[in-house]
């Protein structure tokens, strides 16, 4: 490994090329020809062009790489002999975490790391949030990191400053085991290295970066490592998101790819996005991590304030009528006439724990009971 590391080096940061576009190329040369990253180097560029169907300008990045091994070489001595190392995504000691939730399309093709890195491969979790964020955000934060400590899984952090930062302290706190997933290259963090050394040394924390060695903190950093938090982690937890950052990019981007994600129940009386997420499909949680099953969002708690009758008179009618079968939302607002908006009327629905959500067009709704019926009379 250490004979071939300017080499990875070079390959991980070929500039403007997609996580995609790198790691196709080393399943390429790696697994299906049996090359080392030094052996592709070596090949001419014709080999290049008719044994990889490489086009010029991607020829003309790997030469310029090809001409900064020298230097990469001396960086890479350097990297190695204070103690970082060097994990490409061929090796057996890379995340199995970070490398199915991301697949080849996101993973990096390299992970620079300091500490214990048999931590990649235990259970996992993130625990995410605003960097300005709640008292109750960061008791949350507190409690989850200590089950998660009791329960022998990894936290990972951001190290931002809020719920990463409160994630990190309560993993150490309770004798648990930390990520550190840096927004900077592994060699500029100096100073984080010299607080947590003896956490680090102990084997409790590992230090992980996938930027260039040497790239100072920058805020497009922070923002691209934000998906490496997610992808490091088996499960996440939301302690609190706003409407917009990283934290909500995260988590919309999270659900898109049918990650679970857990979200901490809001208080009636808080601002934050919470419910927002919860409605776009993030399951909510009570103080304890435990899933709350129909809770509806605060948004959704005056659903029925227009109508004259209470909302739990509505709900079992709602309830009554579903028994009967399948309906839409329009049928609904229809039979009852409610005053609400279809998108509301659809986001209770889906929430409520009695029913399921059929996806026929126009969307429909029935009981679940009704679908175990039908289950029994064809067993």
Same mark, same amino acid.
């Given at each position: 490994?250490?004979?071939?590391?300017?080499?990875?080096?070079?390959?991980?940061?070929?500039?403007?090329?997609?996580?995609?576009?790198?790691?196709?190329?080393?399943?390429?040369?790696?697994?299906? #020809?049996?090359?080392?990253?030094?052996?592709?180097?070596?090949?001419?560029?014709?080999?290049?062009? #008719?044994?990889?169907?490489?086009?010029?300008?991607?020829?003309?990045?790997?030469?310029?790489?090809?001409?900064?091994?020298?230097?990469?070489?001396?960086?890479?001595?350097?990297?190695?002999?204070?103690?970082?190392?060097?994990?490409?995504?061929?090796?057996?000691?890379?995340?199995?975490?970070?490398?199915?939730?991301?697949?080849?399309?996101?993973?990096?093709?390299?992970?620079?790391?300091?500490?214990?890195?048999?931590?990649?491969?235990?259970?996992?979790?993130?625990?995410?949030?605003?960097?300005?964020?709640?008292?109750?955000?960061?008791?949350?934060?507190?409690?989850?990191?200590?089950?998660?400590?009791?329960?022998?899984?990894?936290?990972?952090?951001?190290?931002?400053?809020?719920?990463?930062?409160?994630?990190?302290?309560?993993?150490?706190?309770?004798?648990?085991?930390?990520?550190?997933?840096?927004?900077?290259?592994?060699?500029?963090?100096?100073?984080?290295?010299?607080?947590?050394?003896?956490?680090?040394?102990?084997?409790?924390?590992?230090?992980?970066?996938?930027?260039?060695?040497?790239?100072?903190?920058?805020?497009?950093?922070?923002?691209?490592?934000?998906?490496?938090?997610?992808?490091?982690?088996?499960?996440?937890?939301?302690?609190?998101?706003?409407?917009?950052?990283?934290?909500?990019?995260?988590?919309?981007?999270?659900?898109?790819?049918?990650?679970?994600?857990?979200?901490?129940?809001?208080?009636?009386?808080?601002?934050?996005?919470?419910?927002?997420?919860?409605?776009?499909?993030?399951?909510?949680?009570?103080?304890?991590?435990?899933?709350?099953?129909?809770?509806?969002?605060?948004?959704?708690?005056?659903?029925?304030?227009?109508?004259?009758?209470?909302?739990?008179?509505?709900?079992?009618?709602?309830?009554?009528?579903?028994?009967?079968?399948?309906?839409?939302?329009?049928?609904?607002?229809?039979?009852?006439?409610?005053?609400?908006?279809?998108?509301?009327?659809?986001?209770?629905?889906?929430?409520?724990?009695?029913?399921?959500?059929?996806?026929?067009?126009?969307?429909?709704?029935?009981?679940?009971?009704?679908?175990?019926?039908?289950?029994?009379?064809?067993?």
């Amino acid at each position: 490994m250490n004979k071939d590391a300017a080499y990875w080096i070079v390959l991980a940061h070929l500039p403007k090329w997609r996580h995609i576009k790198i790691n196709n190329l080393i399943i390429n040369f790696y697994h299906e #020809n049996k090359l080392s990253p030094e052996d592709f180097f070596q090949l001419s560029e014709n080999d290049w062009k #008719n044994n990889y169907g490489l086009e010029y300008k991607e020829i003309e990045d790997l030469k310029k790489a090809k001409s900064e091994l020298a230097n990469t070489a001396f960086l890479a001595e350097s990297l190695l002999n204070e103690g970082y190392e060097i994990i490409p995504i061929t090796s057996s000691e890379y995340s199995k975490t970070l490398k199915d939730n991301l697949k080849v399309a996101h993973a990096p093709a390299l992970l620079y790391v300091k500490g214990n890195k048999q931590i990649m491969q235990e259970k996992s979790i993130a625990i995410v949030g605003s960097r300005i964020t709640s008292e109750i955000s960061l008791q949350f934060t507190d409690n989850i990191a200590k089950l998660a400590s009791k329960e022998y899984k990894v936290v990972v952090s951001g190290f931002a400053k809020g719920v990463d930062k409160q994630a990190l302290d309560s993993a150490i706190k309770y004798k648990g085991q930390s990520i550190i997933v840096l927004p900077q290259g592994i060699m500029t963090f100096g100073s984080g290295y010299k607080k947590y050394y003896k956490q680090i040394v102990d084997g409790d924390v590992l230090m992980l970066s996938t930027f260039f060695p040497k790239a100072p903190w920058k805020v497009e950093l922070a923002m691209a490592r934000n998906p490496i938090i997610y992808g490091l982690a088996a499960e996440i937890y939301v302690a609190e998101s706003s409407d917009k950052g990283g934290t909500w990019s995260g988590v919309i981007d999270g659900l898109r790819k049918n990650r679970k994600i857990f979200v901490r129940k809001p208080e009636d009386s808080e601002k934050n996005a919470n419910f927002l997420l919860i409605q776009k499909g993030a399951i909510p949680i009570d103080f304890n991590g435990k899933t709350i099953e129909g809770y509806v969002p605060v948004e959704n708690k005056d659903l029925f304030s227009s109508v004259n009758e209470p909302k739990v008179v509505y709900e079992k009618k709602i309830i009554e009528l579903l028994k009967n079968g399948e309906y839409t939302v329009k049928d609904i607002i229809k039979k009852f006439n409610l005053n609400i908006s279809e998108k509301k009327l659809k986001d209770f629905l889906k929430l409520h724990k009695e029913v399921e959500t059929l996806n026929k067009k126009p969307l429909r709704f029935t009981l679940k009971s009704n679908i175990q019926n039908k289950k029994k009379l064809f067993d």
